[in-house]
């Protein structure tokens, strides 16, 4: 079994992707760093266990590369929307 359930994954990246829309400003030119997004928006405890937050980071980072909504470099350090994820934040995130 993997980090996290399909559901406790699906909402955990949808709230990343909230927090990543929320942090660019909904620009498609800026980014951010992943690990930071993923402690601000999901999990405060990350600092407390490094390794788990970096984890659980990359497993969102997968789910959301996959389904083509976001692009990173740097080792998956960085992160910013592309027009799917965008198009996707606009109607999911309030």
Do not use: H
């Amino acid at each position: 079994m993997g980090l996290f359930t399909k559901e406790e994954l699906r909402r955990y990246a949808e709230k990343f992707l909230c927090g990543l829309y929320g942090q660019t400003g909904g620009s498609l030119d800026r980014s951010a760093k992943s690990l930071d997004i993923y402690i601000k928006n999901i999990s405060y405890g990350a600092y407390e266990r490094p390794q788990y937050g970096y984890q659980a980071t990359q497993a969102i980072l997968t789910e959301l590369k996959d389904q083509g909504l976001v692009q990173t470099w740097n080792f998956d350090q960085e992160v910013r929307l592309t027009s799917s994820g965008l198009d996707k934040c606009r109607d999911m995130c309030k």
